[in-house]
């Protein structure tokens, strides 16, 4: 049970005060899941398999394997080689690629824009299709439309996301000839890769946006609005549309952090070289600097857009920053 | 001269707990086309050595890339044609219902255990438990799932079993989220106060007040993380790093089938449209049971 305020306490908060703490509290915890996120990644990567074993390849010898090791530091303690990575990558240091023979984050930041322009534009397309299916079915539920937008829902969530984005390449790329089948390059090359990121939070989106809907059409001041006479448009947009949409705003970061982990499999597919494209690519060729750094990136990505989601939240729901 | 009866005696007496059901069952198309599918596809994987018409690893290297059979230079030697290596395609897919299954199966079991753990735990404890618990959720979520589990993959080698164990060790989160409110809720309740009060121990509580009112989210969940897993091994698989060849994995057959799609379509729509169909049963089954087991669906 909340002990019931005091005037003295109510006065002690301030006007403002709670976002303030609630902003130190969840940023605090938000830094302490980042670090937690590096020490599981790390430990990953050195208790699944042996990194020398795999750098050096499966011919070569002990001796060969045990060189790399020393080459490469590996035969520190954990906690050593922890430390060392994580106090250089504090500084933007991610270490040196094994194969490119660079160092990290410049090649991550220069395929950074890829994935943000996919992630972006997928979420874009998400929000351009759901909202108004979303507002349709809320109008009128049980209706064709309503149906028609939970069966694409229920469809569009059992649908292998890579085998959906090869089946656009051979109906837009191959048959039609729309657009360019895979690669890098213009805007015409994020069409399809952001249409198939796209489909996996349409069914969130539309979801929130159907119920948000439905509950703020049945409250009191909507009922008072259509009662004072305003057309149905007004009272749609500038009432119910507004107040139903609040949520889905917090939960539109959150997907895009997913997308951003998840375009990895879409940029796979369409060969779009995004970070994700890298990751795969560093993956298969054992360079383990870049794909520990891409983890950790991505994570603090999604890090970032969350507590941002949770600050969204906090300042337009106040009841959320006293738990 | 017998006495006729105009009123039908079911109809006035109430209907039997089993009867109600079997209706409600009977009368819900998604529940009911969900189970037809996971039925069809698990009696399939069951008796994959009898329906398959040849060994699914049988190469034949002169025979590579036949058509299925509506192609017009198909064969009923092969209905669904032949791969890359020769292999017969329809072989390939049904064996293909063993190792989806599977894995499916067995994601769902180890995260379900994990996560449900974890969520019970936390629910019931509250206080200091929870919040530790909560970030452990928290950073599972911040973590890259497909690229984590690319990793582990890649350095574990790529195996049947790796797959299994690194998806089931990541997708744990969204039971531990359900199963925490769910018992946070029901913690509250009176028979649950009544049991402690009568000083039931704690593993009695959660085994026989908690864990029944649970289940019905839990089987809910696990034919999320079910279907879930099932994607994201297919995915792996696609990224070359899941199932290893030579096994008949459907997402595997999508991604060796990826470079001849543009002139032999079906290589990858057909192992597609398997997944496709085995993931959308689940989601239906799953749906089906959520609208069944919501009470004020059961008047």
Redesign the interface.
Known sequence: MAAVPTDRSRQAQGKGRPLFVYFIKRSF?AL???I??SV??FL??HV????AQ?LAGPSASAADVAQVRKAYGLDRPMVIQYLDWAGKAIRGDFGYSFFLKQPVFPIIADRLPVTMMLGVSALVIALFVSIPLGIAAALRPNSWIDRLALTVS??G???????FG??LM?LFG?TLRWLPVSGTGGWQYYVMPAITLSYYSIPTFMRLTRAGMMEVLASDYIRTARAKGLRTPTVLFKHALRNAIIPLVAVAAVQLGFA???S??IE??FSLHGV?YL??ES??R?D?PV?QA??LI??LF??VL?LLADLLNAFLDPRIRVR | MTVETYIDVTSVLPVSAGAALRRRVLGHTTFLIGAIIIIFIVGVALFAPLLAPHDPYAQDLSLRLVPPVWDESGTWAHPLGTDQLGRDYLSRLIYGSRISLMVGFSIMIMSGIIGTTLGVVAGYFGGRIDLVINFIVTTRLAMPVILVALTVAALAGSSLQNVILVLGLLLWDRFAVVTRSATLQIRALDYVVAAQAVGCSIWRIVASEILPNVLNVIIIIATIEMANGILLAASLSFLGLGVPPPLPDWGAMISDGKQYMFFSPWVITIPGVALFTLVLGINLLGDGVRDLTAPENRS
């Open positions: 915890v302490l899941v980042a937690t996120v599981v990644s990953l990567l699944s398999g042996d990194l795999s229920v469809f969530q059992a649908l292998p996301s890579f085998w090869l089946l051979m191959v951003l982990g998840g990895i499999v796979a597919v994700g990751g795969w993956i298969s054992a383990f794909v891409i983890v991505l994570a999604y890090i969350t």
